[in-house]
């Protein structure tokens, strides 16, 4: 009898992938199989494509890999110790899995176990770049009608710029600098804005703030541009070298600044500075904890991201996407979904 093959994006190694058939998920005990319907390519993706990524170099990743962790999809089958009630759900998942035994994660701090997996990312567990996917059932989140496949594969980016805008600490009315407008400084700015807050977004290029403008976030500015205005927080979203020092120039003393943004190489700050502001300095690595809150954001429409994916094509695109193209017809979004059921 033979073995139940899918489609799925493999890496095999720095800017070479493909998509091949390879076995089809089993549900073991205590996981879900899921049919993907939509996965976003982020930034990580792009680093483990060019081999820039750290986790390649530090041992916790290696080729062949699977990428993909936002995703959204339907339950289709359960391991032996699930939920039937897990079948036909419309859900979402975790990206980080911890071992569940350990220190960190009985503390409910699985997002940094020194053991965890991350799916598409870290310790061989296979990501979401397939027409099937295999995840704990303790990882899901189940997703409201309200929530289609969009919005879904939009929760875990939006888990880690929730838990961004909430380490701002920011009052109705109070000013905060969102440094890079890409996909998780403009949804920083949109959690921001649901919050009361005046939002200022900080980036290089005029198309890139021309399109946060179309947003509606009227002040946007370049470096040389940057008004002297008194920012109670400043939220490092960017992937350059020098603004966290920056950021900490910016922000008015007793404010707080939020590193999201990682650089290429390592960024330094001087912590004098930090002390003698009376700043507080916020760092975020994942959205595990933020997830139920940015479902519920969605589902209720007080932020909506939609317009931040510039197109969705088939697995078949992903190559191409992850090397720096942007798709035909493709909108001014900065992210592009894929959706592996299309041929």
């Known amino acids: 009898m033979s073995t139940p093959t899918m489609r799925a994006y493999v890496l095999t190694g720095p800017r070479q992938g493909s998509v091949q058939e390879v076995p ?11 049919d993907v319907e939509r996965v976003g390519v982020c930034g990580t993706d792009v680093e483990f494509f060019t081999g820039e990524m750290a986790y390649l170099h530090q041992g916790h990743a290696a080729y062949p890999m699977r990428l993909g962790h936002e995703w959204a999809g339907t339950v289709t089958a359960i391991g032996p110790g699930v939920d039937p009630a ?38 061989g567990r296979p990501g979401a770049l ?82 946060a403008r179309g947003l509606g976030f009227e002040h946007t500015w370049t470096e040389d541009e940057l008004p ?58 994942s959205a595990s904890p933020g997830l139920p809150d940015t479902i519920a954001a969605y589902a209720s429409g007080a932020v909506d991201p939609r317009p931040l994916v510039a197109a969705t094509v088939g697995l078949d695109q992903v190559g191409s996407v992850l090397a720096g193209a942007r798709p035909q017809g493709a909108g001014p979004g900065p992210k592009v979904h894929i959706d592996p059921r299309l041929v």
């Open 24 to 34: 089809a998920p089993v549900a073991a005990p205590g996981e879900v199989v899921v």
């Open 86 to 123: 897990w079948v036909g759900r419309h859900v979402t998942g975790d990206t980080m899995l911890g071992d569940q035994v350990c220190r960190r994660c009985r503390k409910g701090q699985q997002h940094v176990c020194e053991d965890r997996q991350e799916l598409g990312i870290r310790g």
């Open 130 to 211: 397939a027409e099937q996917l295999a995840v704990p059932a303790w990882s899901l989140h189940a997703l409201p009608e309200s929530v289609g496949a969009v919005l879904g594969a939009l929760v875990e980016p939006g888990g880690n710029a929730l838990r961004a805008a909430q380490a701002a600490d920011l009052e109705p009315g109070e000013r905060v600098l969102v440094t890079g407008p890409g996909t998780i400084g403009l949804l920083v700015a949109m959690f921001a804005r649901a919050a009361g807050a005046e939002v200022h977004l900080l980036g290089r290029s005029d198309r890139s703030l021309a399109f």
């Open 228 to 285: 002297a205005l008194p920012f109670d927080a400043v939220v490092e979203a960017s992937n350059a070298v020098h603004l966290p020092a920056r950021a900490l120039d910016l922000v008015e003393p007793a404010g707080r600044v939020v590193y999201i943004g990682l650089a290429g190489s390592p960024s330094t700050i001087d912590t004098r500075t930090l002390a003698l502001k009376d700043v507080t300095a916020v760092g975020i690595l």
